[in-house]
């Protein structure tokens, strides 16, 4: 006569229970990449959360001849617990009832979990006033509206230089490009 083996109901709990804290380790990690699986438990990321920014960047925009220019729209999770941020944010610069631009990205990005303090930056493209086929769609703004993706809720945040100075965003066309959101260094 064989014996069978079979683990007991406490071992085959304990599996369990390590199999479910590995996936939670893997959605907190401080990983700069995007996060492997969404735990249902985190929270998406909402506007009033987050620590908005909005800074030009320093570069071709100042060349003759350049035909684009870069800034960066930072979120740092100032909440009290993490949270996921699952998609592009919602921009929209505007000059006042008239014209107004609008951030756009392509594809699906990846969820990003965002411990407390940790933040997400999201790369802009744009093409300046007075560059050449620029066009007459311009706006002229020191502040834009953004929103965390799926929130309704608005923040207003200002226009900044790479040196954290007032500045004024001078854009023209009817979007802005935006790069797939990216975790980046705690507190940017």
Known sequence: MSATIRPAGALAALTAALAALTAAFALTACDTGPAAAPDAAVPPCRTAS????LSLLDGDAGRPGADRADARLTAVNRGPGACLFTGYPSLEIHNGKAESIVGTGSGHPAPLALPGEAAVTVGL???PRGTEGAGTWCVRQHQAVVRAPHDTRAAVVPVEDAHGKAAVLDACGE???MA?????????
């Open 50 to 53: 987050l620590t908005w920014r």
């Open 125 to 127: 493209r744009y093409t």
């Open 175 to 177: 979007t802005i490009a």
């Open 180 to 188: 797939a959101p990216r975790r980046a260094a705690n507190g940017s």
